[in-house]
Each structure stands twice: as C-alpha cells, then as structure tokens.
Nanobody, 122 residues
C-alpha cells in the first residue's frame, strides 16, 4: 500500500504563489506516475498536472499551463506543484494521485491523498 500526504495549501492573494508537496510512503514502486487534480466547490474534480517517474515528461491542463510547474524528487518520494500567478478561479482542494503511469483521467489513478485547500483571494 502507498500513502500520499499533501501539504502546502493556504490562503494567498491573486498574483501570488504557493508550492504544494505530496509525500509518498509505503509501496512507492506504485508511484511511478504522479498527478495533481483539483476540485472547486460544486464542480467536478479536474486534472491539473502529471509527471512520469523520471520527470522527463510533464503534462498540464490548459488552464494552468505557463503558471504551474510539476516536479518530483524521487530520493524524497515527493512530488511538487509550484503555482505562480494564482487566480481566484484556482481556488479548490488540490489532490495528489499516484499509479504506475501518469494520466489525465481520475480513473488513471488508484491512490489518492486527502487533499489540501488552496484559496486565492481577489
């Protein structure tokens, strides 16, 4: 089993930055593909970014491309999401997800964290 724990969320003004972290423990061999998703109140959970094991392949939703950067430190079993130029519409609970390969769909991931709240004020 693998456990995922997100951290780094909080309240920030529009235009500001936050860095989310997702620490994996347990059977980390099943975390070759990692992703970030988010869910705003009243909306469905949506894809934000994903990364493969080596970090050489990254994928982003159009809404965050150029503003967010996903990266990973395999020695620390941790994936990061650097969020810059934040907008009020980025407000959501952000979830980390893991599986053997990165993907864009919720069904691509079998392991999920509990989420961390990000609130962007205008």
């Amino acid at each position: 089993q693998v456990q995922l724990v997100e951290s780094g969320g909080g309240l920030v003004q529009a235009g500001g930055s936050l860095r989310l972290s997702c620490a994996a423990s347990g059977r980390t061999s099943s975390t070759y593909g990692m992703g970030w998703f988010r869910q705003a109140p009243g909306k469905e959970r949506e894809f934000v970014a994903a990364i493969n094991w080596s970090g050489g392949n990254t994928y982003y939703a159009d809404s965050v491309k150029g503003r967010f950067t996903i990266s990973r430190d395999n020695a620390k079993n941790t994936v990061y999401l650097q969020m810059n130029s934040l907008k009020p519409e980025d407000t959501a609970v952000y979830y980390c997800a893991a599986d053997e390969l990165p993907g864009f769909r919720l069904s691509d991931y079998r392991k999920w964290g509990q989420g961390t709240q990000v609130t962007v004020s205008s």
